[in-house]
């Protein structure tokens, strides 16, 4: 498993390490004893233990069986792989193409209620045109994807947006002003999805706050986020995908979001940014 910054992550493979420790120590087995009835280097067990290393579910196979612990297999193989889903790389989760990790999260969309959406690089994904978010994974897709399906992406986002504007849902979106400046489109896609987002101003479903450009603003931008009530936190880094579930980390990104939004501006104040930066297109 890649390494991450989240603490949920972190804990969530500390735990499957105690386990695997409170296993090793019911068979009154010490590291060594156990390294050797698995046929690898003590310095594995021991990074293994200090969850510094993710074992293989072989590797999860071999510990049971030194434990005389076979039953264990399928519980740890399963834990092992929430922990693994936490964090995803890119070059992971896109080495069959773009459109699966359009899919891989439709299920998360369908449930979540209240969505909110921190957005500082481009625009939330539930309000791009079709033109924005062709362009969007195109450039993904040139930089680190070899495989090119980038049209069925795209229809896969389409049939999540249909999805979520059905009623059912509510979204809180903040964008800041300079995601509205700047983007891989050209000036006619970029003017197109600004006024895209003008007329999602008005639905009722969706709260649109603009943080405006300034330099005396009281909190710094942070990565893109998507939280999906208060369940789960997506977050979308350079080098993969990370999913938050511990309560105390979304209490953070909800404060963070909190904070965000009371730089915001809305209705008539939104509106002028982006019909500002429709204007700086022509």
């Known amino acids: 498993m890649s390494s ?44 293994i233990q200090s969850g510094k290393s993710a074992p293989s579910e072989d ?15 399928p519980d740890l193989i399963a834990a092992a792989r929430t922990v693994d889903s936490m964090y995803t790389e890119w070059r992971r989760m896109e080495r069959s193409g773009l459109r699966a990790a359009q899919e891989s999260v439709a299920a998360l969309y369908h449930r979540t209620h209240l969505f909110r959406v921190y957005a500082s690089r481009v625009m939330p994904g539930m309000v791009q045109t079709p033109e ?12 680190r994807v070899e495989v090119d399906d980038v049209a069925d992406a795209v229809e896969a986002r389409l049939e999540r947006q249909r999805m979520l504007f059905s ?8 964008i800041e002003e300079w995601v509205l400046r700047a983007a891989v489109c050209d000036p006619e896609t970029m003017a197109a999805q600004l006024g895209h987002l003008l007329a999602v101003t008005s639905s009722p479903f969706v709260s649109i706050g603009v943080i405006p450009t300034r330099p005396d603003r009281p909190h710094l931008p942070v990565e893109d986020f998507y939280m999906f009530d208060e369940a789960e936190v997506a977050v979308e880094l350079t080098s993969g995908y990370l999913r938050i579930t511990q309560p105390r980390e979304i209490a953070d990104y909800v404060r963070t979001f909190t904070d965000l939004a009371s730089m915001a501006v809305r209705g008539a104040g939104a509106r002028q ?10």
């Open 4 to 47: 991450s910054p989240s603490s949920s992550v972190i804990e969530a493979r500390k735990a499957l390490a105690n386990r695997l420790v409170g296993l090793r120590k019911d068979a009154g087995l010490t590291g060594d004893e156990l390294s050797a009835r698995c046929g690898w280097h003590p310095a594995k067990t021991s990074r």
């Open 167 to 174: 009623g059912r849902h509510r979204f809180g979106l903040l």
């Open 59 to 73: 590797d999860l196979r071999a510990w049971c069986t030194a434990c005389d612990a076979a039953d264990q297999v």
């Open 273 to 282: 940014l982006i019909t500002a930066a429709i204007a700086t297109l022509g």
């Open 132 to 143: 924005y978010t062709t362009a969007v994974l195109r450039s993904i897709q040139r930089a």
